[in-house]
Structures are given as structure tokens and as C-alpha cells.
T-cell receptor, first 112, second 115 residues
Framework: EAQVTQNPRYLITVTGKKLTVTCSQN?????MSWYRQDPGLGLRQIYY???????DKGDVPEGYKVSRKEKRNFPLILESPSPNQTSLYFCASSFTSSGTQYFGPGTRLLVL | AQTVTQSQPEMSVQEAETVTLSCTYD???????LFWYKQPPSRQMILVIRQEAYKQQNATENRFSVNFQKAAKSFSLKISDSQLGDAAMYFCAYRYTGTASKLTFGTGTRLQVTL
């Protein structure tokens, strides 16, 4: 089944404790993105990647890192999480830059 | 910068009736895509419909159709014969074809479906 998977789905952590949210797609998509969703703000792009080893900042990149060492994986790294990073995170992928983006199930993060 | 505006935070419709969700956007580009995504209580983001800006014909997907007015930068979603399963948050989104993978979302419209 073609899909985008994220792990973990739920995560509670404390300020400053490094964490990684994994994202994987099995559709051979070149483009992958991370978004965060906050009430009243919709979804905002954090980072995106056009291909292996090619990444760029979105609208709200501060406090996040990403890497794209393999085509299928695009992990989101929070080196020192803070409470304002409490949010719902989505990974998405598409075959081309103009293609439809397919979303993962979301990761709900709470930073205490 | 591109912006997407959904001016209706909440809407309500009776089962079997028709409802229209509004969306306007601001861009100086001529080549782009517009989308409506549905987010049910499960939080999954589900593509409802997509419109290419170069196409004059409005997109349709079963009970879902759009009214795309390029000059007015308006992109409304019409849901016909509403069903209980249509209850969700709906997001309008814009994507410029020249920028890799960037989707700009509106703030969403919560749709309630009543009996």
C-alpha cells in the first residue's frame, strides 16, 4: 500500500531533550516536506527536500533540523525542544514539485 | 508572499443539503495549483480536490466541485448532498508550480453536518 508513515504518533518530552520524528514514504517520491499545525494558523511548512541531500527552509524552520540521506526517509530533528514547539506535525511527499502531496498520519508532540 | 484566506471559521449544513466553503488567495503568479484538503477527527489530511490554474474548467470529484475564479482569486468548494461523514475541518491550499513542494494553507473551515 502506497503511504507515508511517521513515528512516533504521540510523544511527550521535556524541554531540551533532543528528539527525532521519522518519516518514510514508499512511493519513490522525490519531494518531501514537514509541516506543523497549530490552532487558528493552519499548516505551515518547516522544511522541504527536493531530493537526496537537497533540503531548504520553509516558513518556520527555527528550532528544527532535517536530513535526507535516502530518498524514502526525511526525519525531523528537534535538537533542544521548547514548549512553543508543542504542535501537530505532518510529513508529506509528492512525486514532483507540482504533484499532489500525500500526508502522513501526523505526530502529536507535547513539550513540557 | 502568497496568502490563503478562509473567512468562515465554522459552517453548518443539514444532511442531504448543499454547502459552499469560501477561499481567496493572493499571488502574483499565473501558474499554480489550488487544493482542498479534508481533516476529519482522525487528523489525517485527505485530498478532496485539485485545480490547475491554467484550466478554465472547474474540477469536480463526485459530490465535490469547485468554483474557480482566477481573476477574482477565488476558489470555493461546493459539497452537494452532504453526508455525516463530510463533517471535518477543510483547508484550502495554494502551490506555485515554480517553488518545490511548498503548500500555503488557509486557517481552515470547520464543517458540521446535522440531521
Amino acid at each position: 500500500e502506497a503511504q507515508v508513515t511517521q513515528n512516533p504518533r504521540y510523544l511527550i518530552t521535556v524541554t531540551g531533550k533532543k528528539l527525532t520524528v521519522t518519516c518514510s514514504q514508499n512511493m519513490n517520491h522525490e519531494y518531501m516536506s514537514w509541516y506543523r499545525q497549530d490552532p487558528g494558523l493552519g499548516l505551515r511548512q518547516i522544511y522541504y527536500s527536493m531530493n537526496v541531500e537537497v533540503t531548504d527552509k520553509g516558513d518556520v524552520p527555527e528550532g528544527y533540523k532535517v536530513s535526507r540521506k535516502e530518498k524514502r526517509n526525511f526525519p525531523l530533528i528537534l535538537e533542544s525542544p521548547s514548549p512553543n514547539q508543542t504542535s501537530l506535525y505532518f510529513c508529506a511527499s509528492s512525486f514532483t514539485s507540482s504533484g499532489t502531496q500525500y500526508f502522513g498520519p501526523g505526530t502529536r508532540l507535547l513539550v513540557l | 508572499a502568497q496568502t490563503v484566506t478562509q473567512s468562515q471559521p465554522e459552517m453548518s449544513v443539514q444532511e442531504a443539503e448543499t454547502v459552499t466553503l469560501s477561499c481567496t488567495y493572493d499571488t502574483s503568479e499565473s501558474d499554480y495549483y489550488l487544493f482542498w484538503y479534508k481533516q476529519p477527527p482522525s487528523r489525517q489530511m485527505i485530498l478532496v480536490i485539485r485545480q490547475e490554474a491554467y484550466k478554465q474548467q472547474n474540477a469536480t470529484e463526485n459530490r465535490f466541485s469547485v468554483n474557480f475564479q482566477k481573476a477574482a482569486k477565488s476558489f470555493s468548494l461546493k459539497i452537494s448532498d452532504s453526508q455525516l461523514g463530510d463533517a471535518a475541518m477543510y483547508f484550502c491550499a495554494y502551490r506555485y508550480t515554480g517553488t518545490a513542494s511548498k503548500l500555503t494553507f488557509g486557517t481552515g473551515t470547520r464543517l458540521q453536518v446535522t440531521l
